[in-house]
């Protein structure tokens, strides 16, 4: 299914919906995208600090397997709560892999299983980009959108996601 038609679908789902919370039609539609975009790379970063949780090796295997178990811990309850807060504003909330793959803005790297520092430098560079992903988004959806409640979500998001990276990058920094 081709963004377009996904797009051309959920207008239709939003219409049928009859959400009425002072958001257009229009409004809620472009907000459920960032949404879903937010959804799907919550679940790449999900998967791939899974990936590194059960293929951790070496002096740190037993502190970054707990901390990495920890973040995906995280990351699992953020994803109900996006896919919730695209529901309350009445879009559907995708929930395929092939959806999060056409939606994320993160890459998988299949078959890479890096060095212990390197897996943490890559998850930090997801939470940074992600991080910036998130400011952009909370402003449109506060200015453009006018949906103050998503722009607010969105900062709580944001705001988990600097406070990993800040443990990620002072873990990088003690090993420099």
Known sequence: MTTTRTSEKTMELVRSNNVNIGLSNENVQAVAAILNRVLA????LY???????????????????EMFEEQYDGLA?????IAERTRAIGAPAIGTMTEFLQHATLKEQPGDYPDAMTMVANLLADHEAIIRSLRKDLRACDEQYDDMGTSDFLT???????KTAWMLRALLEERA
Request: glycine share 6%; proline share 3%.
């Open 47 to 65: 998967i791939k600090t899974r990936n590194y949780h059960w293929n951790i090796t070496g002096p740190l295997f037993h502190s970054l397997h």
């Open 156 to 162: 709580g998001l944001m705001e988990k996601h600097e």
């Open 41 to 44: 790379d919550a679940h790449i």
């Open 77 to 81: 309850d953020d994803i109900d709560d």
